[in-house]
C-alpha cells in the first residue's frame, strides 16, 4: 500500500474535548436537552427544505439567522420565549484544548508529515476556533466548511483537503470522532481512523502510520 505522507485531524473532539461536554453545559445551563435542539432544527429543516445545520456549516446561513429560526422552533415547541444569543460564546467556554493530541500533531509535523485539519464550522466561530490551538505553527492546510461550501461526509471536501495538501487519498490519513465522517473517507480511498479516546487513536495512528492496512 501506499505510505502514508499526510495526516487530516478534525478540529472539535480530536484537538479538542468532547463536543458533548459544551453541548451538555449549554443544556445544564438553559434547561434545553439536546434531544430538544434536535427535534427544533429537524422541524426547521421541515419547514425551510434543507437541515438549517448543515446549512450553517457550509455557510449558506448566517449564525444569527441560525440562531433566529431554532430560537423562534423552541419557543413554540417549549411554550416560553427562548433566546438562544450567545450561544457560541457559551459552547466556547467549555471546549478545551487536547494537549496530548496537540503535542502529537506536533511531533507528526517534526517527522517529516503533511498535516491539515479539515473541519466542520461556522464561519463566526473562526477566531474562537483558531484561538484554542497554534494553528499556524503546526498545520499546513486548514479547510473549514463554512468557507468552501461543502462539510464533511461529503466527497468534495476531502478532495479538496487532498488537494492542498498535494497528495493521493492512498497516502492520507484521516481522524475523526464521527465514524461516518470515516467512512466516507475510506470509499474515497484514505485511512481513516475514528477518535473514541486519545490513547486509543493515537495507537490506531501509530499502526496506520507503519501498516496502512491495519485500520484502512
Same mark, same amino acid.
Given at each position: 500500500?501506499?505510505?502514508?505522507?499526510?495526516?487530516?485531524?478534525?478540529?472539535?473532539?480530536?484537538?479538542?474535548?468532547?463536543?458533548?461536554?459544551?453541548?451538555?453545559?449549554?443544556?445544564?445551563?438553559?434547561?434545553?436537552?439536546?434531544?430538544?435542539?434536535?427535534? *427544533?432544527?429537524?422541524?426547521?429543516?421541515?419547514?425551510?427544505?434543507?437541515?438549517?445545520?448543515?446549512?450553517?456549516?457550509?455557510?449558506?446561513?448566517?449564525?444569527?439567522?441560525?440562531?433566529?429560526?431554532?430560537?423562534? #422552533?423552541?419557543?413554540?415547541?417549549?411554550?416560553?420565549?427562548?433566546?438562544?444569543?450567545?450561544?457560541?460564546?457559551?459552547?466556547?467556554?467549555?471546549?478545551?484544548?487536547?494537549?496530548?493530541?496537540?503535542?502529537?500533531?506536533?511531533?507528526?509535523?517534526?517527522?517529516?508529515?503533511?498535516?491539515?485539519?479539515?473541519?466542520?464550522?461556522?464561519? #463566526?466561530?473562526?477566531?474562537?476556533?483558531?484561538?484554542?490551538?497554534?494553528? *499556524? #505553527?503546526?498545520?499546513?492546510?486548514?479547510?473549514?466548511?463554512?468557507?468552501?461550501?461543502?462539510?464533511?461526509?461529503?466527497?468534495?471536501?476531502?478532495?479538496?483537503?487532498?488537494?492542498?495538501?498535494?497528495?493521493?487519498?492512498?497516502?492520507?490519513?484521516?481522524?475523526?470522532?464521527?465514524?461516518?465522517?470515516?467512512?466516507?473517507?475510506?470509499?474515497?480511498?484514505?485511512?481513516?481512523?475514528?477518535?473514541?479516546?486519545?490513547?486509543?487513536?493515537? *495507537?490506531?495512528?501509530?499502526?496506520?502510520?507503519?501498516?496502512?492496512? *491495519?485500520?484502512?
Amino acid at each position: 500500500m501506499t505510505p502514508i505522507e499526510a495526516v487530516i485531524s478534525d478540529f472539535g473532539g480530536v484537538l479538542t474535548s468532547p463536543l458533548l461536554d459544551s453541548f451538555t453545559a449549554f443544556q445544564d445551563s438553559s434547561g434545553i436537552s439536546l434531544e430538544q435542539l434536535g427535534v *427544533a432544527i429537524a422541524a426547521v429543516g421541515s419547514r425551510q427544505g434543507a437541515n438549517p445545520l448543515f446549512e450553517l456549516e457550509t455557510g449558506r446561513l448566517t449564525e444569527a439567522r441560525f440562531l433566529e429560526l431554532l430560537g423562534a #422552533e423552541l419557543t413554540e415547541q417549549l411554550g416560553r420565549e427562548v433566546q438562544l444569543h450567545g450561544f457560541g460564546e457559551r459552547y466556547f467556554e467549555h471546549l478545551h484544548p487536547n494537549d496530548r493530541v496537540i503535542q502529537y500533531m506536533r511531533e507528526l509535523r517534526e517527522r517529516g508529515y503533511k498535516l491539515a485539519i479539515c473541519t466542520n464550522n461556522v464561519r #463566526e466561530w473562526e477566531q474562537r476556533w483558531r484561538a484554542k490551538l497554534p494553528v *499556524a #505553527e503546526i498545520f499546513d492546510v486548514v479547510v473549514d466548511s463554512a468557507f468552501v461550501g461543502t462539510r464533511k461526509p461529503e466527497r468534495r471536501i476531502y478532495e479538496l483537503t487532498l488537494e492542498r495538501l498535494g497528495v493521493s487519498a492512498g497516502a492520507a490519513l484521516l481522524i475523526d470522532d464521527i465514524e461516518v465522517n470515516c467512512q466516507a473517507a475510506r470509499e474515497l480511498g484514505m485511512t481513516a481512523v475514528w477518535f473514541r479516546d486519545t490513547d486509543q487513536a493515537i *495507537a490506531e495512528i501509530e499502526a496506520a502510520l507503519t501498516e496502512p492496512e *491495519a485500520v484502512a
